[in-house]
């Protein structure tokens, strides 16, 4: 260290955009917001201005409400213009809920990496009206409390084409190393990983602005979180690793656009705090597994707070994220219980 103080986190818009309006954030640069019916209860998404039509960054979760208030956007802030491309930085529901409807309604082309793509695709086609087995194991697995496992059984399992328009076939793929012209500006695509497989991220060449989607957010941390399609996944290393690779690129003047949460100056400092605090938490609950636990039972050491019933999905597999690192590395050993769970205990 040379003593300088780190560059501080600035938040230059701290009020977001009302409900089918937008923020001009650059020359061209639109912000918008869409509801998202949870504990966090936004997406951020973007749309650049092409000349003859917009490029969208993100579109929302697919319901009748999001495209309505789509409807009023393009009627309002975005003039009219045609949505001609749709990118999305990851699969997740979120973000690519209303990709097909842009795509299928609006002739929109659809940019994403080909993992993005396929995930989407693949959990759209994954309809499920009882709960799967390999679901089931999973949270037994993991040591999830036997009425909150009898709660969850009681409801529709969760089914991506539920929450996700339908998407037809075809889209434009980006890799890493593609600059991609948006916006009026030139864009490097750098992939990301961990919060969700091959994350896409874009920093333009011509002025100080970064699209982060949900790899870098401002004041929350992304979810790392494991599921039933990979429960030997260990996306904390996944996640580290691409923070480690991204972190050279952030600059102090760096105006970065995230899927949730406010836009924020400080990138070098918040890359740093999110790694720190990913190292952080796996030391807590290094501490913890001196006495062997399940993944659910690792909430306190690894969130320092209470979690509530909203939030016990995210948490959960957060921390089955956190306890497939540690086995991953050598850390703990982990043996099955009687009740089905995997319990993780500290090495030596
Ligand atoms: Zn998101």
Redo the contacts with the bound molecule.
Sequence with gaps: MDGERPPAIRYPWPEPPASGEAVEIAEGVLWMRLPLPMA?DH?NVYALDDGDGWTVIDTGLSSKKTRDIWETLMAGPLAGKPVNRVVVT?H?P??VGNAGWFQSDHGAELVASRTAWLFARMLMLDVQESWPTETLDFYRSSGMAAEVLAKRMADRPFNFADVVFPMPLGFTRIKQGDVIRMGGRDWDVHMGNGHAPEHATFWSRDDNLVLT??QVLSSISPNLGVYATEPMADPVADWLEACERLQPLARPDHLVLG??KLPFTGLPTRMRQLIENHHGALERLLNDLETPKSASECFAPLFKRTIRDGEYGLALVEAVAHVNHLHHIGAVTRTRRADGAWVYQRKG
Excluded: C, S, T
């Design positions: 966090l997406v990851h997740h979120d973000h989607g949900d899927g949730h």
